[in-house]
């Protein structure tokens, strides 16, 4: 990615709309007053709509829902009498009491600042075209995302199933990040070190520090000072390791491995799992403080599933990355229902070896057509049940991807074939109850991610 600019330029005058949401006119009229003391430009089109509304008015919520269906709102009462659970349950995304004074105006007119610059943001093409996606549910996550990024320094935690743009929205956090001069990207997959190696893999060591410490190597915290390091499957780390990183990640200081010396980095920590973190910790999983260190700011990526507006985009941008001369050929109907109702197990990740698969296959500068689409992507035929296979199939390769090797895989596969046999015999056929039977039913892992960043700390420039 290209660096932005818009960091230079002045901030822009905010702009609104005001909704008398049932509040008396004299009172709009004051706070409208207000607000362009403030330097708040009114405007019918602002994104940005401020409901004023009496908190006695038992219409309120309801006229909140709707202003918020076409934008954000800042839900503004003129006594402070509301539940503003309740109003930000309605659909504002911001509420505050007004109490007449200048004071009041103008943190109105530094938050509607603050939304213009996420918006301008999210809307420019750096953005757009890197995270590819419209849907609500998307673009509410990415909002959050650009926020986090620009104007915090916290620790981000994203969260979302294997696929989802974890590891992509890690790299538009660091782009965005507003330091300069600002370090690269380092990226640790936390899945692949391995703990005798690991002070050596976060500290560095000095040379002679162990046996084969041939010379002086750096660790992930100091490659990434004055920039951004990505732990990804930081769910994956040990209960032990979690331990060793606390100092680090609350001072910033360390020891290389065969060091006395305490050295400093400065960096910004971005975390990336697809665990319930927060489930792994009351099983005593995973460790609060070091919870509470890591997840600063919380992102959740939404699954392919929850945004199934956002298919055809994606499967047009994939087009693009093959074939960036010319335009993604049109989808037939056939080929359009077919992606938009197939599952994705890996979500976009799938979604994009899918996009592959059929544009390689596609000649010509005619639509996509049901040709195109390989044979083991084909839909079942009508009264062919292979949902199972395709399954079973999906769950393999995602495994693989993830580096399981095929005696593993195999092992699982007879395990789960034996247990199956078993419990027929004993006449329990969903595998529940049967005699003899463990007590819980063997269930397959949730599929690991595929290793992208290989083992190691890997620096982005
Ligand atoms: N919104 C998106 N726009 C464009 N490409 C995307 C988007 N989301 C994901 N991708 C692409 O999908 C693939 C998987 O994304 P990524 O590696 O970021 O997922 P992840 O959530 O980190 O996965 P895992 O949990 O398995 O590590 C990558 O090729 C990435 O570029």
Same mark, same amino acid.
């Given at each position: 990615?290209?660096?932005?600019?818009?960091?230079?330029?002045?901030?822009?005058?905010?702009?609104?709309?005001?909704?008398?949401?049932?509040? *008396?006119?004299?009172?709009?009229?004051?706070?409208?007053?207000?607000?362009?003391?403030?330097?708040?430009?009114?405007? @019918?089109?602002?994104?940005?709509?401020?409901?004023?509304?009496?908190?006695?008015?038992?219409?309120?919520? %309801?006229?909140?829902?709707?202003?918020?269906?076409?934008?954000?709102?800042?839900?503004?009462?003129?006594?402070?009498?509301?539940?503003?659970?309740? #109003?930000?349950?309605?659909?504002? !995304?911001?509420?505050?009491?007004?109490?007449?004074?200048?004071?009041?105006?103008?943190?109105?007119?530094?938050? #509607? +600042?603050?939304?213009?610059?996420?918006?301008?943001?999210?809307?420019? @093409?750096?953005?757009?075209?890197?995270?590819?996606?419209? !849907?609500?549910?998307?673009?509410? %996550?990415?909002?959050?995302?650009?926020?986090?990024?620009?104007?915090?320094?916290? %620790?981000?935690?994203?969260?979302?199933?294997?696929?989802?743009?974890?590891?992509?929205?890690?790299?538009?956090?660091?782009?965005?990040?507003?330091?300069?001069?600002k370090r690269k990207l380092v990226i640790l997959d936390c899945s692949t070190v391995v703990p005798t190696l690991s002070g050596s893999e976060f500290f560095g060591h000095e040379r002679g520090a162990f046996t084969g410490a041939s010379t002086v190597r750096e660790g992930a915290f100091e490659l990434a000072d004055g920039g951004t390091l990505f732990l990804d499957e930081v769910g994956e780390l040990?209960?032990?390791?979690?331990?060793?990183?606390?100092?680090?990640?609350?001072?910033?200081?360390?020891?290389?491995?065969?060091?006395?010396?305490?050295?400093?980095?400065?960096?910004?920590?971005?975390?990336?799992?697809?665990?319930?973190?927060?489930?792994?910790?009351?099983?005593?999983?995973?460790?609060?403080?070091?919870?509470?260190?890591?997840?600063?700011?919380?992102?959740?990526?939404?699954? #392919?599933?929850?945004?199934?507006?956002?298919?055809?985009?994606?499967?047009?941008?994939?087009?693009?990355?093959?074939?960036?001369?010319?335009?993604?050929?049109?989808?037939?109907?056939?080929?359009?229902?077919?992606?938009?109702?197939?599952?994705? *197990?890996?979500?976009?990740?799938?979604?994009? !070896?899918?996009?592959?698969?059929?544009?390689?296959?596609?000649?010509?500068?005619?639509?996509?057509?049901?040709?195109?689409?390989?044979?083991?992507?084909?839909?079942?035929? *009508?009264?062919?049940?292979?949902?199972?296979?395709?399954? #079973?199939?999906?769950?393999?390769?995602?495994?693989?991807?993830?580096?399981?090797?095929?005696?593993?895989?195999?092992?699982?596969?007879?395990?789960?074939?034996?247990?199956?046999?078993?419990?027929?015999?004993?006449?329990? @056929?969903?595998?529940?109850?049967?005699?003899?039977?463990?007590?819980?039913?063997? +269930?397959?892992?949730?599929?690991?991610?595929?290793?992208?960043?290989?083992?190691?700390?890997?620096?982005?420039?």
């Open positions: 990615m290209t660096a932005l600019t818009t960091e230079t330029r002045r901030p822009p005058a905010p702009t609104a709309w005001i909704e008398a949401g049932g509040a *008396p006119d004299d009172a709009v009229q004051a706070v409208r007053g207000g607000l362009t003391s403030a330097g708040v430009r009114l405007e @019918p089109n602002a994104r940005g709509r401020i409901v004023v509304f009496d908190p006695d008015d038992p219409g309120a919520a %309801a006229r909140l829902t709707a202003a918020a269906a076409s934008g954000r709102v800042l839900a503004l009462a003129l006594r402070d009498a509301t539940d503003g659970w309740e #109003l930000l349950r309605a659909g504002a !995304s911001d509420v505050v009491i007004w109490d007449g004074t200048p004071d009041v105006a103008h943190l109105i007119a530094d938050r #509607l +600042r603050r939304w213009h610059a996420v918006d301008e943001l999210l809307d420019c @093409p750096h953005v757009r075209d890197f995270l590819i996606g419209e !849907s609500p549910a998307w673009r509410a %996550a990415l909002r959050d995302a650009v926020e986090a990024a620009r104007f915090t320094n916290s %620790a981000v935690l994203i969260t979302g199933e294997s696929g989802t743009g974890k590891e992509r929205l890690a790299e538009l956090i660091h782009d965005l990040d507003p330091r300069r001069p040990p209960v032990t390791l979690q331990a060793e990183l606390l100092r680090v990640i609350q001072e910033g200081t360390f020891k290389r491995v065969g060091s006395n010396v305490w050295r400093k980095s400065r960096f910004r920590l971005i975390c990336a799992t697809n665990r319930d973190l927060a489930a792994e910790r009351e099983r005593g999983g995973f460790r609060s403080d070091f919870y509470f260190r890591i997840a600063g700011c919380t992102l959740h990526l939404p699954s #392919l599933r929850e945004r199934p507006e956002d298919i055809a985009g994606l499967f047009r941008y994939f087009c693009r990355q093959v074939a960036p001369d010319r335009e993604p050929p049109p989808l037939s109907e056939p080929v359009r229902d077919l992606l938009l109702h197939r599952d994705y *197990p890996g979500n976009v990740r799938d979604l994009r !070896s899918l996009a592959l698969r059929i544009i390689h296959r596609h000649l010509g500068s005619g639509p996509i057509t049901v040709g195109d689409v390989p044979e083991h992507d084909r839909p079942a035929r *009508p009264g062919e049940d292979r949902g199972g296979d395709r399954r #079973l199939e999906l769950y393999l390769r995602d495994r693989l991807a993830a580096g399981s090797s095929v005696d593993e895989l195999t092992a699982e596969v007879r395990a789960e074939a034996f247990r199956l046999c078993s419990a027929d015999r004993h006449g329990a @056929p969903n595998g529940a109850g049967g005699p003899g039977e463990p007590e819980e039913p063997h +269930r397959h892992r949730v599929p690991e991610k595929a290793s992208l960043t290989g083992a190691g700390a890997a620096p982005r420039g």
